[in-house]
Every structure is written in structure tokens, then in C-alpha cells.
């Protein structure tokens, strides 16, 4: 799998320094017979019939929990009900808005529609970008297929973006299967003037997202992160895997919760102004734009 037939698809379309984002939109339900979740007016397209096959797709990992959980109706947490696994939090209206974005903002072709895979299903290898979602307190559990798929997917030039998960406790889970995938290989802290925070928007801080629950109850003390309890989730990380030639293979956002940034965009005026324009998008863009083009 090679990333560099992406790049004409990916050149920015002249973006102004602050995302303006005037047209919020609100969330869209699941099916409660556990159909396909309903789009309720978010907007759709058609991709360019040029880049049918290079379009980008944001595609989403379903995995095991320590619950047990997979699929729909099996266990785990998550907006919505319907007991969705961990995996699907902020599905699919997190998927859909950052897609909507991502074409909106860049001259990108984008899949409306995304995609949700299994590590172990062959399409894998068709698409470069990956994300999973740790889901709070639920814990990621790779089987041993799941890691010797993930490694090859890595290690081929693939990208794996993870984000939504707090504490110490959240990274180690995380971190030991992580350990499996690539044993040999330790992540590394990427300092503020790394290009991924300035290759698009240029971030003046490492941004942090807190779901919009924390957000809102600590708007009035200017918290940005979430269980406040415990002092292991005030500081926002983003740590990297990279492989022997120095490509970026994997980005953990550790204490954030991005995703819920682009989730929860039309709840409220001041959570979209406040953590979705200014946070979450531009760091989604920057993401994926490095990710496409180193």
C-alpha cells in the first residue's frame, strides 16, 4: 500500500487562516431494529467520477471490548443506545460531519459514506486512513489475528488515528495492545512544533477536546478535560508510532476526545465555536493531510 497516489486529490483549496463554519447540523439516530443509522438531511454527494477510486474514506475499526462487545446490540456504551459496542461511539455522526468537513474545506474527494471494517476483512488494505475509537472505560482487546493484521496494515503504509480515551489507566489498556501489534517499537511524545500541528492550520497549542458534557460544566472554570477528579487526564498527549524509515505509522490523542468535537458539532453554538472550529477540525485536517502525504 503506497500513499503517494493520494497527493493530487489532496492539494488545499486556499483555506483561510480560521475555519468559518456557519451551517451546523444536528445528529442523526440509528435504526432501533439495528439497521443502517439514518443521515436525517445531512448533506450527501457524489464523488468526481476522476478519483473514484482515490477518493478518501474515513473508515472506522469495529473491534472486541473487554465487554465482549463487537456489534450492535452485544455490549458496551456509547450515545444513542441500542447497546452499541465501544467501538461505535460518536458513530455515525462523527464519521459523516468530519467527511462533510474534509470536502468542504479542502479541495479533497471524499466518500460520503465511510466505512466500518473489521482489521481481519481484506478490503483493509484498500484504504490508507484508519480510525479507532478506545471508548471510554471500555478497553480495546485485539484477537491474535486482529494483531498480525493491524501490523502488516501498519507496516505496508497504512495509518491508524486513535483518539477518546483518558487517564493512565485508558493509555496502558491501549499502550499493552499496542505492545502486540509492534512489539519492537515504543511511541514517541511529538512536541508542539511538529509539522502535523502546522501542515494545514497552524496550531498554536496542541489541541484538547473534551466531550461536550465536560464541556459545558467547565465552561465557567476553562477545564478542557474531562474526569477532573483525577489529575492523569489535565494533559493533553500525542504520541506516534513510526517505522524504520521515520514515516508516521499510527497517532494516539491521548486525553481528548476529537471525534466528539465533530460529533456534537450541531448541540451547541458555543461547544461548535469553542472546540469544533477552532480544535477538532483543523486537528482532523492536519491529521489527515500529513497522514496522506508523508
Known amino acids: 500500500m503506497k500513499r503517494s497516489w493520494w497527493l493530487p486529490a489532496v492539494s488545499i483549496?486556499?483555506?483561510?487562516?480560521?475555519?468559518?463554519?456557519?451551517?451546523?447540523?444536528?445528529?442523526?439516530?440509528?435504526?432501533?431494529?439495528?439497521?443502517?443509522?439514518?443521515?436525517?438531511?445531512?448533506?450527501?454527494?457524489?464523488?468526481?467520477?476522476?478519483?473514484?477510486?482515490?477518493?478518501?474514506?474515513?473508515?472506522r475499526i469495529r473491534y472486541s471490548s473487554s465487554y465482549g462487545g463487537r456489534g450492535f446490540g452485544r455490549g458496551g456504551f456509547g450515545r444513542g443506545g441500542f447497546g452499541r459496542g465501544s467501538w461505535s461511539i460518536d458513530y455515525p455522526d462523527a464519521d459523516w460531519n468530519f467527511s462533510y468537513r474534509l470536502r468542504q474545506l479542502t479541495s479533497m474527494e471524499v466518500n460520503p459514506d465511510g466505512l466500518v471494517l473489521e482489521l481481519t476483512d481484506p478490503e483493509l488494505f484498500n484504504y490508507p486512513f484508519i480510525h479507532i475509537n478506545p471508548g471510554d472505560p471500555v478497553g480495546v482487546v485485539f484477537t491474535d489475528e486482529e494483531v498480525k493484521c493491524l501490523r502488516k496494515y501498519l507496516l505496508n503504509g497504512g495509518f491508524?488515528?486513535?483518539?477518546?480515551?483518558?487517564?493512565?489507566?485508558?493509555?496502558?489498556?491501549?499502550?499493552?495492545?499496542?505492545?502486540?501489534?509492534?512489539?519492537?517499537?515504543?511511541?514517541?511524545?511529538?512536541?508542539?512544533?511538529?509539522?502535523?500541528?502546522?501542515?494545514?492550520?497552524?496550531?498554536?497549542?496542541?489541541?484538547?477536546?473534551?466531550?461536550?458534557?465536560?464541556?459545558?460544566?467547565?465552561?465557567?472554570?476553562?477545564?478542557?478535560?474531562?474526569?477532573?477528579?483525577?489529575?492523569?487526564?489535565?494533559?493533553?498527549?500525542?504520541?506516534?508510532?513510526?517505522?524504520?524509515?521515520?514515516?508516521?505509522?499510527?497517532?494516539?490523542?491521548?486525553?481528548?476526545?476529537?471525534?466528539?468535537?465533530?460529533?456534537?458539532?450541531?448541540?451547541?453554538?458555543?461547544?461548535?465555536?469553542?472546540?469544533?472550529?477552532?480544535?477538532?477540525?483543523?486537528?482532523g485536517i492536519n491529521i489527515v493531510f500529513y497522514a496522506m502525504t508523508h
Open 13 to 59: 483549496a486556499g483555506l483561510a487562516a480560521s475555519l468559518t463554519l456557519a451551517q451546523r447540523f444536528g445528529n442523526r439516530g440509528y435504526s432501533p431494529t439495528g439497521g443502517s443509522p439514518d443521515r436525517q438531511g445531512l448533506p450527501t454527494w457524489q464523488v468526481d467520477k476522476e478519483f473514484q477510486h482515490d477518493a478518501f474514506t474515513f473508515v
Open 160 to 283: 491508524l488515528f486513535v483518539t477518546d480515551f483518558w487517564g493512565e489507566d485508558e493509555w496502558n489498556d491501549f499502550h499493552n495492545q499496542m505492545r502486540r501489534v509492534l512489539p519492537d517499537r515504543e511511541p514517541v511524545e511529538l512536541p508542539a512544533d511538529h509539522p502535523i500541528f502546522h501542515c494545514v492550520f497552524d496550531l498554536k497549542e496542541k489541541p484538547q477536546v473534551p466531550s461536550i458534557d465536560y464541556a459545558m460544566r467547565g465552561r465557567s472554570t476553562g477545564a478542557t478535560w474531562e474526569h477532573w477528579e483525577r489529575s492523569d487526564t489535565r494533559e493533553v498527549h500525542y504520541r506516534a508510532y513510526f517505522d524504520d524509515k521515520g514515516r508516521m505509522v499510527a497517532l494516539m490523542a491521548h486525553n481528548c476526545d476529537i471525534t466528539d468535537g465533530w460529533e456534537r458539532e450541531g448541540d451547541n453554538e458555543w461547544y461548535f465555536h469553542e472546540f469544533a472550529e477552532k480544535r477538532a477540525y483543523p486537528m
